[in-house]
């Protein structure tokens, strides 16, 4: 199985939302920009956010048994994929991609 490296590559926050739907919240989400962790054999890593692991991981798991080419040809490089955590309010988006 290949490893899968995932970087936080971007994060949104939507205000609007969050004062028209949001409960306040004293803390949500502990990623950095440019944070990144390694799968092994498809596995969630080390202090990845539970909720975005579930937004990944069936892709993670694809790249690691090497498969890619998501959508027939979305992304530029066929073993990876940018991948959204689920939260509406401030979604992080994620660089996923297979190395050596």
């Not at 944070?35 to 579930?54: L, N």
Request: charged residues 25%; contains cysteine.
């Amino acid at each position: 199985m290949k490893k899968v490296r995932i970087t936080a590559i971007r994060q949104t926050t939507y205000p609007d939302l969050m004062a028209k739907y949001e409960n306040p919240i004293e803390h949500t989400c502990d990623v950095s920009m440019g944070q990144e962790w390694i799968s092994e054999d498809g596995c969630c890593p080390e202090g990845m956010c539970p909720s975005a692991w579930s937004s990944m991981r069936e892709f993670v798991e694809a790249l690691a048994r090497g498969e890619g080419n998501f959508y027939d040809g979305w992304m530029q490089n066929p073993m990876s994929a940018m991948i959204s955590c689920n939260d509406g309010f401030r979604p992080v988006s994620f660089y996923i991609e297979a190395i050596d």
